[in-house]
């Protein structure tokens, strides 16, 4: 075989820069860098002059998991850029002070606390602040917003399952009859034309997924749904707790939230509205000592002469159009580990040996598709770019 070369030329500053590929005999190709500029005294260097964005984008409670986890996902976005940030107790700070590894975002905005932010420049928002705090805040933003809250503040319609659920009367009820529920795959149609976007829970996003198509075909019953989730750490949020320290969660699981979980009416409330009918189930989430990702093991009783492979492909018809939501070859158990980092939600079906009941898995990045990367899936479906923009990460393994 005879070598191949090619040639390309480039402009630099004024300087010509010739960059040639040579692949040998062998089917090894060197590379040669030449031109009238020098470069063994020097590093090429490509300018990436920062350029304005199309979307500016408010980023409030800034200083959590899910707030870098958005940075994250914008760094790359093409159309979203961040103008506003906030996060009271580290106002004043650059970002990089909370977060090290955001160092080389040097475009970010200084941390403000959210009285002084200033949204007369801000086209979207995202609401990262804790459960209890944001109605308020929301209510008070200027009119015309796009907005994605990432709290449990406005995914329940019912206020006063709100109050029940979460200890505090609803401090915004006019606004909860606007907002839309964003499991963008399930209610992509409805998201579209939302002015708000109240983004589904992690452990909600991993079961509903796979529940909501089998109870819209009437393939699995109602009643007897049980559900063994876990989660890593990062779900329980940032802030300093004793149950969180290392030394209470290595080398053990956690239970919490037993028959309490304020998730449970969540989850219900997506799956009655699929049956329309009340759905109640048994839910049980744990905590493992691993930093991010989440699985949900659903155990089901299937309809009378429904078998394990009408629920698999009910799914397959479900999602074959879908990006983010991917069901596995039969047989092939879904893991944490392969969508870590990403925004996925793998699934499988398996039989039980118990007769007429099956199991269902799906695993999720409990701060990427359960939280940061499906606010980004949806903001980009209310501004009208495609969904899976700044989404393309493949997942990080090992």
């Known amino acids: ?70 940075i994250r996902l914008l760094a790359n976005h093409p159309y979203f850029g961040i103008t506003v940030m906030t996060a009271d107790r580290n106002a004043g700070k650059s970002m990089d002070s909370v977060f090290p590894h955001l160092i080389t975002q040097k475009d970010l905005p200084v941390l403000v606390s959210t009285s002084d932010a200033d949204f007369s420049d801000v086209d979207a928002v995202f609401c990262c602040l804790p459960h209890g705090t944001t109605q308020e805040i929301i209510k008070g933003l200027p009119k015309g917003l796009k907005i994605v809250d990432l709290s449990a503040d406005f995914r329940l319609r019912n206020v006063s399952e709100y109050e029940e659920w979460y200890g505090q009367p609803h401090r915004a009820p006019d606004l909860q009859e606007e907002a839309v529920y964003g499991l963008t795959e399930i209610l992509r149609e409805e998201i579209k034309n939302a002015h ?34 876990k989660s890593g750490v990062s779900g329980a949020g940032r802030g300093a707790k004793v149950a969180n320290l290392y030394t209470e969660l290595t080398e053990g699981i956690m239970s919490y939230g ?51 492979d009408n629920l698999y492909q009910q799914l397959k018809v479900s999602y074959q159009d879908e990006e983010f939501v991917r069901l596995l070859e039969k047989g092939a158990v879904p893991r944490t580990h392969d969508v870590r980092g990403s925004n996925y939600c793998y699934i499988n079906v398996f039989p039980d040996r118990i007769p007429g009941r099956a ?40």
Request: proline share 5%.
């Open 196 to 229: 708000l976007v109240a983004n589904p829970g992690c452990y909600p996003t991993s079961i509903q997924l796979p529940l909501v198509p089998l109870i819209k075909a009437n393939l699995i019953e109602h009643k007897n749904i049980i559900v063994d989730a």
């Open 1 to 70: 075989m005879s070598s191949a070369a090619f040639s390309s030329t480039y402009f630099l500053k004024g300087s010509e820069v010739k960059v040639s590929s040579l692949k040998s005999k062998n089917g090894n190709c060197k590379l040669h860098v030449g031109g009238s500029t020098s470069l063994s005294t020097k590093r090429l260097q490509i300018s990436n002059a920062k350029q304005e964005k199309e979307v500016r984008v408010a980023l409030l409670g800034a200083s959590g998991y899910t707030g870098a986890e958005i």
């Open 359 to 398: 199991i269902i898995i799906s695993v999720i990045d409990n701060l990427v598709k359960g939280a940061s990367g499906q606010a980004l899936q949806n903001l980009n479906i209310m501004m009208g770019f495609p969904e899976n923009t700044g989404l393309g990460y493949l997942p990080l393994f090992p």
């Open 258 to 308: 037993v028959t309490r979980h304020r998730h449970v009416p969540e989850i219900e409330q997506g799956l009655s509205d699929a049956a329309h009918s009340k759905v109640t189930i048994s839910f049980t989430p744990h905590l493992m000592p691993m930093t991010r990702g989440m699985q949900s093991t659903i155990y089901v009783e299937m309809a009378s002469g429904v078998t394990t």
